[in-house]
């Protein structure tokens, strides 16, 4: 069964960036209340779409530096990554199935 992992700054290139499979990147912190609402949504995704994609978790108040070079100014933010670049983004509390809907369509086989 697949869980999210947790990425840092210095991991975030071998993790994400050179990541054969498409990584879905939860941007979140532990005080942000809209962020442990899609917990549960992202950590389905892991498990249900195991072998097409990977997902990862990024602390922004632990790992400044990935954050900042992404722009990201508002969490959660929740991007999907293929081939080392940013094919999708989305800021704020998205309900499951509306993430699903975003990241499959990047997806070279659907996977469920």
């Known amino acids: 069964m697949a869980k999210p992992f947790a990425v840092t700054d210095e991991s975030f290139q ?3 960036l050179d990541s054969e ?3 879905l990147v939860d941007f979140w912190a532990d005080w942000c209340g809209p962020c442990r609402m899609i917990a549960p949504s992202v950590a389905a995704i892991a498990e ?3 072998g097409a994609i990977k997902v990862a978790k990024v602390d922004v108040d632990e790992n400044p530096a ?3 070079r992404y722009g990201i100014v508002g969490i959660p933010t929740v991007m999907l990554f293929k081939g080392g670049q940013v094919v999708e983004r989305m800021v704020g509390a998205y309900p499951k199935d509306r993430i699903v ?3 499959l369509r990047h997806l070279d086989t ?3």
Request: charged share 15%; no cysteine; net charge negative.
């Open 66 to 68: 990935i954050p900042g």
């Open 101 to 103: 809907a975003q990241i």
């Open 21 to 23: 499979l498409p990584v």
């Open 48 to 50: 249900e779409y195991e």
């Open 14 to 16: 071998q993790d994400v």
């Open 110 to 112: 659907a996977a469920a």
